[in-house]
Nanobody, 123 residues
Framework: EVQLVESGGGLVQAGGSLRLSCAAS????????IGWFRQAPGREREGVSC????????YYPDSVKGRFTISIDNAKNTVYLQMNSLKAEDTAVYYC????????????????WGQGTQVTVSS
């Protein structure tokens, strides 16, 4: 069974930090690029980061560039998202996904999704 299990969400004040984790199982982790999408009420789903399977390439949209950092631990089949200088507009459910980095923003569905973790930033 394929599983992407997110953790680390919560409530934080604006300007604070959180680190999300995504533990993967049930598929060949090294064969997939892994990333994070977020979905806030009334807003479009947004891809906020992606990292290639070997960790050599990353993607960030302008909305989070310089504030979010994605990293990968292949030995633990885990991807992390360090989020700093959080803003109220970062409030959303964050989903871990397996999707090729080359097609990350083309609107196609990811291969796999996690259940999501809520991040709430109070202003």
């Amino acid at each position: 069974e394929v599983q992407l299990v997110e953790s680390g969400g919560g409530l934080v004040q604006a300007g604070g930090s959180l680190r999300l984790s995504c533990a993967a199982s049930g598929f060949i982790f090294d064969d997939y690029d892994i990333g994070w999408f977020r979905q806030a009420p009334g807003r479009e789903r947004e891809g906020v980061s992606c990292i290639s399977s070997g960790g050599g390439r990353t993607y960030y949209p302008d909305s989070v560039k310089g504030r979010f950092t994605i990293s990968i631990d292949n030995a633990k089949n885990t991807v992390y998202l360090q989020m700093n200088s959080l803003k109220a507009e970062d409030t959303a459910v964050y989903y871990c996904v397996a999707k090729p980095l080359a097609y990350y923003t083309d609107g196609s569905k990811p291969d796999y999704w996690g259940q999501g973790t809520q991040v709430t930033v109070s202003s």
